[in-house]
């Protein structure tokens, strides 16, 4: 086996490695086989052993034994019955059912296959012997991690931690004033039309948010302006504070930056003594309403709003 480019690549390609060796000892227990005598294929053994043991048992009753999808398994009992290794029988305690069983020919095989495995046992101790770390036993423990949190999980988790070890919230300056005003104007124009408010609040953030009491945070991934978010008081009477101008730029979603912002402005809010959120956003906008709900808003009805495109109404009890 050239391990050359898994050197240089690394664990990335656990996954192409494992099926390298798979192949490798796959394809050698093909020969295996033929040394014994056994006509199977190696992908059938899980199957064969199964029905060896128990004398017969369905297609579901396999699959679950094996860890196999049923598909699998029944493809892999039409290649054997193919070769008049196993039969289908009527379920003695249920008449509706049929399982599957051995034919003579394959139970002959049966006595020559156990042989087989009392040296294969023997070849794969050996191999453990001669090697610093027990592949069996840590094949055992990846399955038993990889069934307490899936290896998409895993990743999910460390690419968040990435993310979020390359996201900083701050407060904003006249220096991202330009870069407010993109985000905003291309997340607005993607879906909707400026609005003549719009182009209020974004020719100037200072006047309209900052000096009237607001606060803008801004989102610096890996040093640049990713995501803002602002809130300034409410015009609502029962409300402390309205959630605007909540932007992140095309090339940076999807990576929780909005999450990290909302989360940080509702802190920022809670510090301040506020007791109620208030944000008007769009039915179409689904991944934004998802967030907002996981962040704890809810739905509310007939209030004015200055945006024609705002037909959602969201409240935020944090107090």
């Given amino acids: 086996m050239n391990t050359d480019f898994f050197d240089k690549t690394g664990r990335v390609a656990i996954g192409s490695r494992l099926r390298m060796l798979t192949d490798m000892i796959t394809n050698e227990m093909a020969d295996v086989y033929k040394l014994y005598g056994v006509n199977l ?43 008049k290794i196993v039969r289908t029988v009527d379920d003695k305690t249920d008449g509706r059912r049929t399982k599957v069983a051995l034919t003579q020919r394959g139970q002959s095989m049966s006595a020559l296959l156990d042989e087989q495995c009392i040296d294969v046992a023997a070849a794969v101790d050996n191999i453990c012997r001669n090697t610093r770390n027990d592949l069996w036993r840590a094949i055992a423990e ?16 460390e690419r968040q931690r990435r993310i979020a070890s390359m996201t900083e919230i701050v407060d904003y300056t006249d220096e991202y004033q330009s870069a407010f005003k993109q985000l905003n104007e291309e997340w607005i124009t993607s879906r909707f039309v400026l609005e003549d408010i719009d182009k209020a609040i974004l020719s100037d953030p200072r006047g309209t948010i900052i000096d009237k009491g607001g606060h803008i945070l ?36 999807g990576r929780g930056i909005g999450t990290a912002m909302l989360t ?28 907002y709900k996981k962040l704890g808003f809810t739905q509310v009805f007939d209030f004015p709003t200055e945006y024609a495109r705002a037909d959602v109404l969201m409240e935020l009890v944090v107090g």
């Fill in 264 to 291: 940080a402005l509702i802190e920022r809010a809670k510090s301040l003594g506020a007791k109620r959120l208030f944000l008007e956003t769009n039915s179409t906008l689904r991944a934004a309403i998802h967030v």
């Fill in 142 to 157: 990846w399955e038993e991690l990889l069934n307490e949190k899936p290896m998409l999980q895993r990743v999910r988790d």
């Fill in 41 to 83: 294929k190696p992908k059938w053994f899980p199957v064969f052993r199964t029905l060896a043991d128990d004398g017969s048992a369905t297609i579901t009753e396999i699959a679950r034994r094996i860890g196999h999808s049923h598909p699998s398994v029944s493809n892999i009992v039409k290649e054997m019955a193919a070769r």
């Fill in 218 to 253: 801004v989102a610096l991934y890996n040093g640049q302006p990713a995501g803002v978010v602002a809130m300034v008081p409410a015009k609502i009477s029962g409300y402390d504070f309205d959630i605007e101008k909540y932007a992140v730029g095309s090339q940076w979603q």
